[in-house]
């Protein structure tokens, strides 16, 4: 009914930039908070950033003054700016949509897209 599909991952080495995007595809009234989460292996997907529909944001403290979350409501995308990337950064980035309301005024909570693999190595 609704979906999240990251694009925007690559190998990147130190240093270097990349930028995520997420859309939302569906029959899709509004979204409220979405955000970026990543796991790496071994171990378990933490919080990398949210913004609200307000753009209000939150950061991780590992990548504050590093990462940019913003949002494009019109076009129902999330994107993550990430600059002076580590080799720590390495992971599976995850979009996520905290609640998505739909035009047939359905409320469904949770959505993930699949994830999207950044790879930050010399």
């Known amino acids: 009914q609704v979906h999240l599909v990251e694009s925007g991952g690559g190998l990147v080495q130190p240093g270097g930039s990349l930028r995520l995007s997420c859309a939302a595809s569906?029959?899709?009234?509004?979204?409220?908070?979405m955000g970026w989460y990543r796991q790496a292996p071994g171990n378990e997907r933490e919080l990398v950033a949210t913004?609200?529909?307000?753009?209000?944001?939150n950061y991780a403290d590992s990548v504050k003054g590093r990462f940019t979350i913003s949002r494009d409501n019109a076009k129902n995308t999330v994107y993550l700016q990430m600059t002076s990337l580590k080799p720590e950064d390495t992971a599976v980035y995850y979009c996520?949509?905290?609640?998505?309301?739909?035009?047939?005024?359905?409320?469904?909570?949770?959505?993930w897209g699949q994830g999207t693999l950044v790879t930050v190595s010399s």
């Open positions: 913004i609200t529909r307000t753009t209000v944001t």
């Open positions: 996520n949509a905290a609640i998505i309301y739909t035009t047939s005024l359905d409320r469904i909570p949770g959505v």
């Open positions: 569906g029959k899709i009234r509004t979204i409220n908070t």
